[in-house]
């Protein structure tokens, strides 16, 4: 157990709706990052938030957003949802190391 | 652009061998390198990382070799034992303050033989 957690673990939905991801990072952790990994690729990472603020932004498309709250936990918002959205999303957080450490994972099914 | 590589999608090795997974990576500013293992319905695991400043890192069994030069690093398993099939991923980041997000390969897919 990494400390990370992650709800929910699966979602269906259909094309054209909106979906919030939660993570909660371990305790302590600063900074959280959202990867995703579609059918058989690596992850790609999306975005990361320290204590509440955007730091970093990678190939994340503009109807996906996110937030990390005082509490440091973090939502990860998809919206106008396509067939190719579909994928696993992953949290994970870190203290500042560069060990990051990941939650199980949301599977996102867009029908 | 793919920038780190992980060129062979699956590896099977008997129990008791040596498990050999690579990894080529494309960008110099990469100075962290890192090997997650996953297993299903999971999230990826850290197992081990290495350094630039280093060429070898070793924890038990796992040991992580460092090439510069060529841009390439390996994780060397001994014994393989059933319990490390799983997926392994490498990444690599650029130290950069306050932004060390991950960059993954595609993974390979370890499968020790009892």
């Known amino acids: 157990d990494s400390g990370v957690t992650q709800t929910p673990k699966h979602l269906i939905t259909a094309t054209g709706q909106r979906v919030t991801l939660r993570c909660s990072p371990r305790?302590?952790?600063?900074?959280v990052y959202w990867y995703q990994q579609s059918l058989d690729q690596g992850l790609q990472f999306l975005i990361q938030y320290y204590n509440g603020e955007e730091r970093a932004k990678g190939n994340i498309l503009e109807r996906f957003s996110a937030q990390q709250f005082p509490d440091l936990h973090s939502e990860l918002n998809l919206s106008s949802l396509e067939l190719g959205d579909s994928a696993l999303y992953f949290c994970?957080?870190?203290?500042?190391?560069?060990?990051?450490?990941f939650g199980p994972g949301t599977r996102l099914t867009v029908t | 652009d793919q920038q780190v590589k992980q060129n062979s999608p699956s590896l099977s090795v008997q129990e008791g061998r040596i498990s050999i997974l690579n990894c080529d990576y494309t960008n110099s500013m990469f100075d962290y390198f890192l090997w997650y293992k996953k297993y299903p319905a999971e999230g990826p695991t850290f197992l081990i990382s290495?350094?630039?400043?280093?060429d070898k890192n070793e924890d038990g069994r796992f040991t992580v070799f460092l090439n510069k030069s060529a841009k390439h690093l390996s994780l060397h398993i001994v014994p393989s034992q059933p319990g490390d099939s799983a997926v392994y991923f490498c990444a690599a980041s650029a130290l950069v303050p306050g932004a060390n997000n991950l960059f993954f390969g595609t993974g390979t897919r370890l499968t020790v033989i009892p």
């Open positions: 290495i350094s630039s400043i280093k």
């Open positions: 994970a957080s870190s203290v500042g190391s560069q060990e990051q450490y």
């Open positions: 305790s302590g952790d600063l900074s």
